[in-house]
Structures are given as structure tokens and as C-alpha cells.
């Protein structure tokens, strides 16, 4: 596609609820990123996957988040038993995947996740 | 642990006006350093990205700069506009093998332009 798409754009959920985000990338783009903004605050890294693999799983705060990109094309941030403190922006970017490091991000306009 | 600061919060100037946005970083051991600009309700932009080995790099009235021993980057605007008029970050890469995703933002200056 010509950006990055994630549905939902937003997202109400009762605590304890699960809850998947998804993140479409840009066509070719073999490196996909998933962050997390709060209110007033930067984004935080969560996952990077590079194809299908996860790359980089550092940032995931806990078991209860888990990220899939099982065709290296779309992926999916799931959530369970979600907590009011999971509340947030949640993020997608895609990147060509550069030797040289130098990564352009392009990122979606985001999923707005509100847990009650 | 990196933390990235950026100074101020928040800056209002009017229409024309030539600023300065501040990036501090506690580690110099970057990667890289991006700077992104982001408008409400919308994801981010990519601006400017300043690889470790170099100084500055310019993109039309935006010039961005690196001193990576100090940890510190500016990001110059000239001749503001009302259509600059949103959120700037400050995002830096760290130095390890696996860490191309792993981005540590600021926490931004929201810049408002004045007609």
C-alpha cells in the first residue's frame, strides 16, 4: 500500500479483555516496528521484526503482549488481560531494511487503545 | 541507560522567525539520530537522520546537527511557517548488533507558529 495502515484506529475495551491491533506495511518492507505512545510521553520500542522473525523482543513489558508477522507482511499486537495502564497509542512503522543502518522509518497514524 | 531529553516542552514564535529545538542524550555510544516530526492524531514523520560519523545533515529550511561526544543534536528551522507548526522529536539509535528497531525518543517540543 502507499503508508502504513493499522486498524483499529480506536480501540475501548473493558479491563481484562483481550485485545488485537493490526499493522499493515508499506509493500516490500521487510523490517517492521511496534511502539507505544503515552500521553506526553516519546514513543517506546516494543518489538522489531526483520521478515518474520522478531528481530528484537526487548521492549515488550511483559507476557501479556505478544506480536506475530507470520508471512513478513502484516502483523498482529495482541494483548491479554488488558490493564488500564495499557492505555496508550500503540504504533507501526516499516522500513526497506539497510546494511548500512540508516532505516527511514514510516509510521501509521497509530491505533488508540483505552482500557476501562 | 540512554535517556533523550529535549528542551523546550513547548515554543511559540511568530510567523518568520528562525528557531533552535535542543536533544540531549546520556549515552554517546549511538547509532544513529533521527529527528521526526509528529501532527495531532497522525503517526510520525521522518525529518532528518544523522548517522554517528557525521555533523549535520540539511533538508531545505530544516538543518540538524550532531555532536555526539557532548550528546547533544539541534535542529535548526528557518523561516518558520504556520504549517510548522507541530511536534518535534528527537529519536537515537543505539549501538548494539539486533538493535536497528530500537528507537529512544524524547519526549518532543511542541512548536506553535504564529500567522
Known amino acids: 500500500g502507499a503508508g502504513v495502515s493499522q486498524t483499529p484506529s480506536n480501540k475501548v475495551t473493558e479491563k481484562g479483555k483481550y485485545v488485537e491491533l493490526r499493522c499493515d506495511p508499506i509493500?516490500?518492507?521487510?523490517?517492521l516496528y511496534w511502539y507505544r505512545q503515552s500521553l506526553g510521553q516519546g514513543p517506546e520500542f516494543l518489538i522489531y521484526f526483520q521478515g518474520t522473525g522478531a528481530a528484537d523482543d526487548s521492549g515488550l513489558p511483559n507476557d501479556r503482549f505478544f506480536a506475530v508477522r507470520p508471512e513478513g507482511s502484516v502483523s498482529t499486537l495482541k494483548i491479554q488481560r488488558t490493564e488500564r495502564g495499557d492505555s496508550a497509542v500503540y504504533l507501526c512503522?516499516?522500513?526497506?531494511?539497510?546494511?548500512?543502518?540508516?532505516?527511514?522509518?514510516?509510521f501509521g497514524a497509530g491505533s488508540r487503545l483505552t482500557v476501562l | 541507560k540512554q535517556e533523550v531529553t529535549q528542551i523546550p516542552a513547548a515554543l511559540s514564535v511568530p510567523e518568520g522567525e528562525n528557531l533552535v529545538l535542543n536533544c540531549s542524550f546520556t549515552d554517546s555510544a549511538i547509532y544513529n539520530l533521527q529527528w521526526f516530526r509528529q501532527d495531532p492524531g497522525k503517526g510520525l514523520t521522518s525529518l532528518l537522520l544523522?548517522?554517528?560519523?557525521?555533523r549535520e545533515q540539511t533538508s531545505g529550511r530544516l538543518n540538524a546537527s550532531l555532536d555526539k561526544s557532548s550528546g547533544r543534536s539541534t535542529l535548526y528551522i528557518a523561516a518558520s511557517q504556520p504549517g510548522d507548526s507541530a511536534t518535534y522529536l528527537c529519536a537515537v539509535r543505539l549501538n548494539y548488533g539486533g538493535s536497528q528497531g530500537n528507537l529512544i525518543f524524547g519526549k518532543g517540543t511542541k512548536l506553535s507558529v504564529k500567522p
Open positions: 512503522a516499516s522500513s526497506l531494511y539497510r546494511t548500512s543502518g540508516a532505516n527511514v522509518l514510516t
Open positions: 544523522i548517522q554517528s560519523s557525521q
Open positions: 509493500s516490500g518492507h521487510t523490517a
